[in-house]
């Protein structure tokens, strides 16, 4: 009797145990199931978001970012000039971050000014830096202090950094600010990122953080920099922290340190095809444009700015195929026109009108292409500044009217129509704000017809498809006169022959790289056994002798014309259309 009960009660219980479980997964089943139903009516509101919110999901505007700048008393009075450029009072927030107090006016249209925070009871101990730069690497931390409300972005920069702010928006609208993220951009000087660091933002070009990153950094940053007291700067301090928290730098080549000396116009001339968002160093360089000062080179670009921010200094290729010429608009700054043929591969690549940081380093120490200037005055590019902007209602374009700097033109043989002919470009293109938005692409430009010989019509704008720059027949043109060039050229080599005293392999490699920077210089080769260096090209060899004479004496054996060059084999082979250095002319169409 009482197995029996136990059996039954047994039983009962696998029942409810049973129908328990049952009702469990079928619980679980209709969880599952409305939970798909819940993530395919999401899929289908996210198929239904427009365009412009797909492609830019974290919609940062202006107001959402804070800039910290950096600069000192002593230079105060001369860099406000930069940052009155780029400021806009009551649409950009910041704070300017000096080591005292100055002088100031009212409504001079600047950020507010503050004094940094004590940094005594920090280390420094690198020789060639300045504790300034302690001071310095606190900006983004001291400002996040601040309790500025709705901040998204801490944007830091220089005393002498110009920034493109609608194009820092565009930039910082592609990430999302509750991560960690570290974005700017390294030196143009191989050399500079090689001593510092290529993993580091360059203070000077700008670099953004984060508010997420901000606050993390806030917390354990005087710490890191105690760990860091033998560090030259501020921005390889804030690359310490950024390694302690495991943060990579996000690189965005609009960023520029431009750690360079001379002409920017080859850089400026040759953009990369993304966003130009900052411009600095620019002391240390000549004014952007001819006949005007820094302060006002950069107040000019910025006309051109605020018709399309998205467009300024972006290269574009083409060509005048009736006249020979290639032509290459950097929009709102220049206008490039050369005689002859540049593949496009050609002219998007720098031309060197600038120098190294380091002015003993050749070419080589950049961290990027670039090409020489040329040497054959035919070659020489005729250079067409900006002069006004303004935007045209009627036909909803913004024209341009691009004047020729009329410097002194040199002597060319070529029988073909000179580009000093020309006065004026006017240049029509549309506003393109979503640019960005879209692949990256370098615009197309074409020449239009014109009843005036000394005023040439550009319209430059979005590439239609299948188009490109060039054909067979302007090529071929191009090919007679670059073998015009080559003969030309070829008459004023000269062959120098110099007795050198080189004792060993140090000696001999400072004479060889002395040498071989030396202007006009093609080859150098030397013979030790007979103590001998033979130097070919447009050399002046007086010159070349004085030179040398500082590592070594050295005596003139013979100067004399080097031999008649063919032309080089591997350059060009006319009945096929073909240029070996990868190049073939039948699909230049």
Known sequence: MHLDVATTKEQLEMSDNT???????????????????????????????????????????????????ATSSNLWDIRKEYIKVWWKPNQTRGVVWLDRKVRTQANEGLPEIRISGDTTRFKYTNIQGQRSALRISRVVTETLKLGMKDVRWFMMGDDDTVFIVDNLVRILSKYDHTQFFYIGSSSESHIQNIYFSYAMAYGGGGFAISYALAKELAKMQDHCIQRYPALYGSDDRMQACMAELGVPLTKELGFHQYDVYGDLLGLLGAHPVT???????????????????????????????????????????????????????????????????????????????????????????????????????????????????????????????????????????????????????????????????????????????????????????????????????????????????????????????????????????????????????????????????????DIDPVSAVTKLRKWCHTEIVTVGPAKEEKVPAEWIEIEDYRVSKGVNMQYWN
């Open 19 to 69: 129908s328990t479980t049952t009702n469990t997964i079928e619980r679980t089943i209709a969880e599952e199931e409305k939970i798909k139903k819940d993530e395919d009516r999401g899929e289908e509101k996210e198929e239904e978001l427009p365009l412009d919110q797909l492609s830019q999901r974290h919609d940062t505007k202006l107001e959402h970012i804070v800039f910290g700048i």
């Open 275 to 537: 966003p130009l968002v900052t411009l600095h160093h620019l002391d240390v360089v000549q004014p952007i444009f001819p006949m005007m000062n820094r302060v006002q080179s950069l107040q000019h670009l910025m006309k051109s700015v605020k018709q399309d921010s998205g467009s300024i200094i972006q290269q574009s290729i083409c060509y005048d195929q009736k006249r020979y010429w290639s032509i290459s608009v950097s929009w709102g700054y220049v206008v490039q026109v050369l005689r002859g043929v540049l593949s496009p591969r050609e002219l998007e690549m720098p031309t060197r009108t600038f120098l190294n940081w380091y002015k003993r380093a050749d070419y080589t120490a950049y961290a990027f292409n670039t090409r020489p200037v040329t040497k054959n005055p035919c070659q020489k590019a005729f250079l067409v500044y900006m002069n006004k902007t303004q935007y045209d209602p009627a036909r909803k374009q913004i024209i341009g009217t691009y004047s020729r700097y009329k410097s002194k033109s040199p002597y060319c043989t070529w029988k073909m129509e000179s580009p000093e002919v020309i006065d004026s470009i006017i240049v029509s293109k549309r506003r393109d704000p979503l640019r960005w938005q879209r692949s990256p692409r370098r615009d197309c430009c074409r020449v239009l017809p014109s009843t005036k010989n000394s005023t040439m019509y550009i319209w430059v704008g979005s590439c239609q498809e299948g188009e490109v720059t060039s054909s067979p027949s302007f090529v071929i043109v191009t090919i007679q006169f670059l073998l015009s060039s080559h003969k030309q050229t070829s008459t004023i080599m000269k062959k120098v022959v110099l007795k050198v005293d080189l004792h060993d392999d140090k000696m001999k490699k400072k004479a060889m790289k002395t040498a071989s920077g030396l202007s006009g210089v093609e080859s150098v080769s030397v013979d030790v056994k007979d103590k001998k260096m033979t130097l070919s090209g």
